[in-house]
């Protein structure tokens, strides 16, 4: 008798996108793009947000996470997939394969518990204008981006822990471009009932939990704007509430389109889920800097202080004389 704990399986084996073989050179430099697109996105977003004061604000703190997350999500698999893509060589070893299903899981959970939190703070924002400062103070902004990544650390410990204990035998090919836990647990030898039902009971409980925030949040958000409507105050909620709404319809978008058939994986599936690690972090960064006016004030100062310090390099001693009239 084997041990349940022990694995007959070295490496798995992924088979990817379903691209034809002559389109694979197309392909490649496409999510190349992307990932390039998505990773330089985000971190100028949180670069901006870290050099700019006027944005040190409970918002953009939690909008720096969310960049990071998003950023860090797509690094998970994007990079294996182009690695593959490039040497046709699509194994990975388990012990690669359950890390890589680790951090998929983590970011995953942390980008849902963050839009949570965030859709609280826009509420307290318009719901609570007055008492806002008070409410959203910064020692209970850190605990609620420390508590995002505990559970998220958690959540992903529990599946990985429970996943590790399966045994998997004879078939060792995922049909998926990276190690989802879905596509892995139908390729145990192992009974999975204990891992369905912890993904079903754990799974409900977070999506109606932080859905549950997001929706109450914009319930008491258009109620607020309904009580006293004004072209003034529905233009401010707009702005305010836009970008994170159309961030959260993206999120939970995609990610019901891989979950909801995830009983048959198949090509439609795996489009669902190049647009949640790919195209939605991709998207981010643009839907908040062109919604955004202070991220694109931010942007612009950046810019001018870029132009200036090169402009300082060529003219030292004009530059020396004239620091007082640029730099405040």
């Keep these: 008798m084997r041990p349940e704990n022990q694995s007959s399986v070295s490496q798995f084996l992924l088979l990817g996108l379903p691209i034809p073989p002559g389109q694979q ?6 999510f190349l793009g992307m990932y390039l697109t998505t990773v330089l996105g985000n971190l100028l977003i949180i670069l901006l947000i870290r050099l700019d004061s006027r944005l040190h604000t409970p918002m953009y703190f939690f909008l720096s996470h969310l960049a990071f997350s998003d950023s860090s999500l797509s690094s998970v698999t994007v990079p294996k997939m182009l690695m593959d893509m490039q040497t046709r060589q699509q194994s990975i070893s388990y012990g ?3 890390s890589q299903l680790y951090f998929f899981i983590l970011f995953g959970a942390l980008d849902n518990f963050l839009l949570a939190v965030m859709a609280y703070d ?3 924002a318009i719901c609570h204008p007055l008492h806002y400062t008070t409410i959203m103070r910064e020692r209970l902004c850190v605990l609620l981006v420390a508590g995002s990544w505990i559970l998220s650390c958690g959540q992903s410990l529990l599946h990985t822990l429970l996943l590790v204990r399966l045994s998997f035998c004879a078939d060792n090919a995922i049909i998926h471009f990276f190690c989802d836990l879905a596509a892995l647990l139908k390729l145990s030898c192992s009974d999975t009932s204990l891992n369905e039902l912890v993904i079903f009971t754990e799974g409900t409980i ?3 939990l932080c859905f549950g925030i997001i ?3 914009y319930i008491r958000i258009g109620t607020t704007i309904l009580r006293a409507p004004s072209t003034k105050r529905l233009f401010k909620a707009f702005s305010t509430c836009g970008s994170h709404v159309s961030v959260v319809s993206l999120y ?3 990610s019901a389109g891989i979950y909801i058939s995830s009983s048959s994986w198949g090509s439609k599936d795996i489009i669902a889920s190049v647009m949640y690690m790919v195209v939605t972090p991709m998207l981010n960064p643009f839907i908040y800097s062109l919604r955004n006016r202070d991220i694109k004030q931010a942007l612009e100062v950046c810019v001018k202080r870029i132009k200036f310090l090169k402009w300082q390099s060529l003219n030292p ?3 020396v004389r004239s620091t007082g009239k640029y730099i405040s």
């Design 206 to 208: 977070i999506l109606f």
């Design 215 to 217: 929706l109450g949040s």
């Design 96 to 98: 690669g394969c359950i």
């Design 122 to 124: 826009r509420h307290v």
């Design 317 to 319: 001693l004009v530059a």
């Design 252 to 254: 939970y978008g995609t």
């Design 25 to 30: 050179g197309v392909f490649f430099t496409l």
